[in-house]
């Protein structure tokens, strides 16, 4: 038998590494100090990490509000409450794994006046620093009034962990559900 097939059939008294070297056999178990050895073809995989190891666009998309209270105009003459004017904008954080943090606003993604309700496509884009693990969006619902604007907020934020884990174009789907005066939905990917 050649030592190419002893190589083969795992029965040479060579080492895994010099059957590797010259047969391309046993290349699973043969390695040295410094790095992995592969014959034949070539073995790559790409390593995720919970981080963005490069920079990457965000698509930020507003798709749905509904007033839930009656605390933002009063009640009308007909006994139910009426539509309030909502300016609708969030705050959006990237926070790196080792806890520093960038900021970008969306500026008012949506302004409505007398409307309870609206749905549809409003949107904003951003970069992705290099480095980002966590994505915190923060909502903000102003209700415009002509003596003071009335701020409506839930003052909650809504946080996706890991994001490097997302593949590109993966929709993450957020919705404000701690507020109990308005239902406010929003979904964003990153490419």
Partial sequence: MSEADKCYYGTSTKSSTYCCNNYGYQC????????????SSSVKTEVVEAHTSKTKTMKFTLT???QKSADWD??????????????????IYFIASGGQSTSKTTGTLLSLQDQGSWSGSK????????GTQDIKVCPT??????????????GYCYTKTNIGYLTNYSSVEQSDYNSSKYELEWEWYLY
């Fill in 28 to 39: 699973a178990y043969a390695y040295s100090s410094s790095s992995y050895r592969y014959s």
């Fill in 64 to 66: 749905y509000y509904k």
């Fill in 74 to 91: 009063g009640i009308s003459a007909g006994g139910s409450y009426s539509d309030g004017d909502p300016t609708i904008s969030f705050s």
């Fill in 123 to 130: 949107t904003a884009s951003f970069e992705v620093p290099i």
């Fill in 141 to 154: 619902v102003v209700d415009k009034d002509a003596l003071s604007n009335d701020n409506m907020s839930s």
